[in-house]
Nanobody, 127 residues
Framework: EVQLVESGGGLVQAGGSLRLSCAAS????????IGWFRQAPGKEREGVSC????????YYVDSAKGRFTISSDNAKNTVYLQMDSLKPEDTAVYYC????????????????????WGKGTLVTVSA
């Protein structure tokens, strides 16, 4: 059974930083896409950042570019999202998602076609 477990969310002031972690288990493929999505109250889910496991290339939504950094530790089966210069509009539940195919279709479409999801971790950024 594939499991994705997020951690690292919390309350932070605007301008602060958080690092989210997503630990994956039960998945043995080596060519896939994994990433971070978020959903704020009353808004649709959006893809924030994704990484393709074999190629190592990354995708960022425009609002995350220059502030967020995605990385992975394949030995630990863990993907991270370093979030700096946080803004109140970053407040959301952040989910980890995995696509068995190495594409960015899911990341660009708010998660369409992603095969597995974590339960999410809440990030709250106060003004």
């Amino acid at each position: 059974e594939v499991q994705l477990v997020e951690s690292g969310g919390g309350l932070v002031q605007a301008g602060g930083s958080l690092r989210l972690s997503c630990a994956a288990s039960g998945f043995t493929d080596d060519d896939y896409t994994i990433g971070w999505f978020r959903q704020a109250p009353g808004k649709e889910r959006e893809g924030v950042s994704c990484i393709r496991s074999r190629r190592g290339d990354t995708y960022y939504v425009d609002s995350a570019k220059g502030r967020f950094t995605i990385s992975s530790d394949n030995a630990k089966n863990t993907v991270y999202l370093q979030m700096d210069s946080l803004k109140p509009e970053d407040t959301a539940v952040y989910y980890c998602g995995l696509d068995r195919l190495p594409t960015y279709i899911g990341c660009r479409s708010g998660g369409l076609g992603m095969d597995y999801w974590g339960k999410g971790t809440l990030v709250t950024v106060s003004a």
